[in-house]
């Protein structure tokens, strides 16, 4: 989820700089867990909390049954060239696939088996959301692998400001804010995040050590610019380094994604 590794040189480097005078990493909005997982293979004697609010736990341990699925999967396409259309055959088989273990489990990874079959870019939550749309062959070779993904990492299902304020007391932390993004492919979350919610997440701020991700599509940072041209040190974000790389999505479409730090 998000382009987070784009950053990762960047926020390796970081945390290289505050290695020694932090003692805790806590992710508030831990998606995937790419950053949490990068930030204890760069400070392993570091506490990682790692808020995983979308279960992407789930995920992970269903990684042997997906790698299955896709096996099946790639198995009934065999002859179909990648990215070639599916027939209504093929496409019933697949879901028929999928509705065999989501009845044996209880549970499928339709996230991930959606990636292999859909058009770039198109994300289902549900079978009956995999139902309406047309497939694609874009099954991948080889299977996913997550040994060790997670190991170290405290693993939390929390709202952001709850473990906020569970942690906030240290002063020896420091925090990951990579909010939901208005347009991102954390979709499920698309316009459901609002100035407030932005506004709220600014407040945590103030006489903390963060790192926070954002884009100028949101623009949380112009908006920074102008209250730190106002009120000065009482702007959230008042002093705090900006690192930008643009994002370009096609010919069109480009933003930069931001890192904002202080140390
Ligand atoms: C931009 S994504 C984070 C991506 C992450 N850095 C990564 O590398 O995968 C923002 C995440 O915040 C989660 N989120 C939404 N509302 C939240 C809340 N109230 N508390 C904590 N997390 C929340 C979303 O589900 C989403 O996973």
Request: glycine content about 6%.
């Amino acid at each position: 989820m998000g382009q987070k590794r784009y950053f990762l040189r960047d926020f390796t480097q970081v945390l290289e700089t505050v290695s020694g005078e932090i003692d805790t990493v806590v992710d508030l909005f831990g998606g995937s867990g790419l950053l949490s997982h990068t930030a204890k293979r760069v400070l392993p004697d570091c506490r990682v909390v790692y808020n995983d609010f979308d279960r992407y736990d789930r995920r992970l341990a269903a990684i042997g049954q997906t790698n299955e699925i896709l096996r099946a999967i790639k198995d009934r396409l065999t002859g179909v060239e990648p990215n070639q259309r599916l027939t209504e055959q093929q496409r019933a088989d697949v879901l028929a696939i999928v509705e065999t273990y989501e009845q044996r489990d209880g549970y499928t990874d339709i996230m991930t088996i959606g990636r292999n079959v859909l058009f770039s870019g198109k994300w289902v939550t549900s079978i009956d959301d995999l139902r309406k749309h047309t497939m694609y062959n874009r099954v991948r070779p080889g299977a996913y692998d997550c040994e060790g993904y997670l190991e170290g990492l405290e693993v939390v299902h929390m709202d952001y400001r709850d473990l906020f304020e569970r942690e906030r007391g240290n002063s020896r932390t420091l925090f990951v804010l990579d909010p939901p993004y208005l347009t991102t492919e954390c979709g499920m979350y698309e316009n459901y995040w609002k100035l407030t919610d932005y506004l709220n997440v600014l407040s945590l701020l103030k006489g903390t050590k963060y790192v926070y991700f954002t884009s100028d599509k949101s623009q949380i940072v112009e908006l920074c610019q102008w209250l730190a041209g106002e009120y000065r040190e009482a702007a959230p974000m008042w002093g705090a380094t900006v690192r930008m790389r643009t994002n370009t999505l096609n010919y069109q479409a480009k933003f930069n994604d931001m890192m904002i730090t202080r140390l």
